[in-house]
């Protein structure tokens, strides 16, 4: 049973464990439990370890079995500039994986309340999320930790259709 996390801070980069995040989207992809992932280029994997993104890895023995980001953001994203709040204190709650082998044993829920709690340390105000509306475990998990929905569009390059989540803190 996967259980150690590991948080890697938004000041540290974890570029070592690019070989392991390769492998998991290997296996996500491989069982097709996730039709809806980010295409995993290398310069965005090594966007996702790098700095101004905490990042959360959980290990069954030396494997990584899971893998999350908090992305502590600056400005809006383009997707979110629509929106009436400032970049400054917003974070997003961001690329997540886990091992289809170790699905349904609440590991996104840990990560993502883990998520929140670094989103409150850090001083965040504004937490947002996007999710496939057909995604409906990651939907629950968002709801879960207070995460509501604010607006529904078609984003990103691969014209996929989003929910914006949104939750003061």
Known sequence: MASDIKIIDKNTCALSYIDALQGLIASVEASNAAPYLYPPTRSFLEGTLGK????FFVFDGDQVVAYAVLKHLHELPDYLAHLDYPGKHSAMI??????????????????????????????????????????????????????TAIDKRIMFDEQLLRYIMFKAL
């Open 52 to 55: 101004d993104m905490s990042k």
């Open 94 to 147: 961001y690329f997540t994986l886990v091992h289809p082998e170790h699905r349904g044993r609440g590991l996104n829920t840990k990560m993502t309340a883990l998520r929140v709690a670094e989103a409150k340390k850090a001083g965040v105000k504004y937490l947002f999320s996007t999710v496939h509306p057909d995604n409906t475990a990651s939907l629950k998990t968002l709801q879960g930790v207070g995460l």
